[in-house]
């Protein structure tokens, strides 16, 4: 696994030179936030007494997602309902270039922090303002959790098996998904901010939005076909085979045969190239229908072999197969290591802990993990000094 250290770079980062200050709370804005400071924002989580509730989500008593999600960050303490905390945030304003806050639509403006104000006190302030479902429509005032949007984008209607419930994912996954939709938004506002004559703006941020793109064409299906997604477990509705597969010491392989050619290689490979001309198999369109005998075929050879006999015929085929892997077996793998998809970030408890790296990769200018997550307050001496 790759230390952090050597994710660092000379180059300060691509967004050296701007200051974020983060009001958000939770998963949608640090991710946001995070990927600013990955790259080489200033990041200041301006945070309540009692600190970011992301410190709170914790494994045995280790806030393992507070390490992970305010890496790279600065952390001084601000509370808007508090004279002190007002003056903090309105000294601040002016030497920023982003602001994300994730409250309840409706609460910036009660605290006197509204985007008019904000923008009164800096032109070109890019204001991101995170929330479940935006901050106009029936629904702006409802709590925006992403269990929420989840349910109601779509999503868990058509996650999971079809004699099962609708599954929500066990992940905080409208929350990443807007996390990186804000900051793609945020670099752009960015960019015409800096254009000469540029202005600041506001972004409105939903979770609901972003996660319901994902979801692809589903609306317009709908609209043509009067068709609802369907839970199709680990198949899908348009193509086959593509399914899990169990291995015969109990491991599982992803399969996924999604162009016609790739689909006849698998039945070559596995010794039945027959079903290339059978009527039932030779089209995308005839698989999907026969599916169940598609992966009852397929089921049966993965069955026979080991899990790593498998992977290695399937390579030798020229088939996409992968294995199913659980943390310590992605951690392992020699394409992550030599990638360094993960990196051992220096930890003030634990010496190093494992974390993703920052992503995506850009050749001149990459990102880096330069510090650790602040603890609550860390910073207030150097960053309220400065404004002294």
């Given at each position: ?251 599982w392989v992803a399969l996924s ?25 030779s089209t995308n369109a005839a ?102």
């Amino acid at each position: 696994m790759t230390q952090a250290s050597s994710q660092a770079t000379s180059d300060a980062g691509p967004l050296a030179g701007v200051r974020v200050l983060d009001l958000s709370r939770l998963v949608a804005g640090n991710m946001l936030s995070l990927q600013l400071a990955d790259f080489g924002a200033e990041v200041i989580k301006l945070e309540p007494d009692k600190g970011d509730p992301l410190r709170d989500w914790q494994e045995e008593g280790v806030s393992a997602w507070w390490k992970v999600y305010g890496r790279n960050k600065r952390s001084i303490r601000v509370d808007l309902r508090d004279p002190e905390g007002k003056r903090r945030l309105t000294a601040l304003v002016p030497t920023a270039q982003v602001l994300i806050e994730g409250f309840r639509p409706g609460t910036m403006e009660t605290a006197g922090f509204g985007p008019d104000a904000l923008l009164a006190l800096n032109p070109k302030l890019v204001i991101v303002r995170v929330s479940g479902f935006g901050q106009t429509g029936p629904y702006a005032a409802r709590p925006g959790f992403g269990s929420l949007v989840e349910a109601m984008s779509g999503f868990a209607a058509k996650n999971g098996f079809a004699d099962k419930p609708p599954a929500l994912p066990n992940m905080a996954l409208a929350d990443m998904v807007a996390g990186l939709s804000g900051a793609f938004a945020a670099v752009m506002a960015l960019r015409v901010a800096e254009q000469p004559g540029g202005a600041g703006q506001v972004i409105d941020l939903s979770l609901l939005e972003p996660l319901h793109a994902m979801l692809g064409p589903d609306a317009a299906i709908h609209r043509l076909f009067g068709r609802v997604p369907s839970r199709t477990g680990n198949r899908v509705s348009i193509t086959a085979p593509r399914n899990v597969y169990l291995t015969a010491d109990g491991e599982w392989v992803a399969l996924s045969a999604s162009t016609q050619d790739m689909a006849f290689r698998l039945f070559a490979a596995i010794g039945r190239a027959d079903m290339a001309s059978d009527p039932r198999f030779s089209t995308n369109a005839a698989r999907l229908d026969n599916v169940v005998e598609v992966d009852r075929v397929v089921g049966a050879f993965i069955g026979r072999l080991s899990l790593s006999d498998a992977l290695a015929f399937f390579e030798r085929a020229h088939v996409t197969v992968g294995p199913v892997y659980d943390p310590a077996d992605f951690a392992a793998d020699p394409h992550v290591r030599g990638r360094g998809v993960l990196v051992e970030a220096p930890d003030a408890d634990t010496g190093t802990l494992p974390m993703h790296a920052p992503f995506p990769r850009l050749s001149r200018t990459p990102g880096a993990i330069r510090r650790q997550a602040p603890a609550l307050g860390q910073d207030e001496a150097d960053i309220l000094g400065a404004l002294a």
